[in-house]
């Protein structure tokens, strides 16, 4: 099993900067893809990116470019880098944990955090 706490969040203007971390603790961390999802009010929640290594990373099509995904398996945490913050990322956003292999489907992911709110302001 594998417990996950997020930190990092905050309130930024649109344009700035934020760093997300997922401290994970339990065993063989690195035996599992790790993502990270968002949830805005009122909308259901979604995929943002997964790192299996960190050469082997996926992004939604409304982050790449701007977000980076990485993990440090000797500190057993993984992060989000979010660059060029806007408005519409607004949301809670959610590490979890899955050992069924490099997914975007919320419904592979076994293990969750509790979240982390990030509130970009235009």
């Known amino acids: 099993q594998v417990q996950l706490v997020e930190s990092g969040g905050g309130l930024v203007q649109a344009g700035d900067s934020l760093r997300l971390s997922c401290a994970a603790s339990?065993?063989?961390?690195?035996?599992?893809?790790m993502g990270w999802f968002r949830q805005a009010p009122g909308k259901e929640r979604e995929f943002v990116a997964f790192?299996?290594?960190?050469?082997?990373?996926g992004y939604s099509d409304s982050v790449k470019g701007r977000f980076t995904c990485s993990r440090d398996n000797f500190k057993s945490t993984v992060y989000l880098q979010m660059n060029s913050l806007k408005p519409e990322d607004t949301a809670v956003y959610f590490c979890?944990?899955?050992?069924?292999?490099?997914?975007?489907?919320?419904?592979?992911?076994?293990?969750w955090g509790q979240g982390t709110q990030v509130t970009v302001s235009s």
């Open positions: 339990g065993r063989a961390f690195n035996a599992y893809v």
């Open positions: 790192t299996w290594t960190n050469t082997n990373t």
């Open positions: 979890a944990a899955s050992r069924r292999g490099a997914s975007t489907s919320r419904y592979d992911y076994d293990y």
